[in-house]
């Protein structure tokens, strides 16, 4: 079972940054690499929502939000996923979660993002 284990979430002043990682446990390097790989993330009291999206080899979309901001990429190697965050704003607080788009692997913990001052 592919176990999604995100780390790198901490509290930070507004337009401070941060960097999430995402690493792809038990799923071998073909099968990370067949999948558009995605940050996700979800604010209290809001749904889960999309935040941006990796493909293959690096074809990247974001969420008008957090464009200009976010920067998603991916090590395919090592089955990691990255989003750089910068010029963090409080509307970014969440739990931030890594998954593939479309059939969704099991969902890991997160890591929680919290912009404040």
């Known amino acids: 079972q592919v176990q999604v284990v995100e780390s790198g979430g901490g509290l930070v002043q507004p337009g401070g940054s941060l960097r999430l990682s995402c690493v792809a446990r038990?799923?071998?390097?073909?099968?990370?690499?067949?999948?558009?790989m995605a940050w996700y993330r979800q604010a209290p009291g809001n749904q889960r929502e999309l935040v941006a999206t990796?493909?293959?080899?690096?074809?990247?979309n974001y969420e008008d939000s957090v464009k200009g901001r976010f920067t998603i990429s991916r090590d395919n190697a090592n089955k990691r996923v990255y989003l750089q965050m910068n010029s963090l704003k409080s509307e970014d607080t969440a739990v931030y979660y890594c998954?593939?788009?479309?059939?969704?692997?099991?969902w890991g913990q997160g890591t929680q993002v919290t912009v404040s001052s």
């Open positions: 038990r799923a071998i390097t073909s099968v990370f690499n067949a999948y558009t």
């Open positions: 990796v493909e293959r080899l690096g074809s990247t």
């Open positions: 998954n593939t788009v479309g059939t969704h692997w099991t």
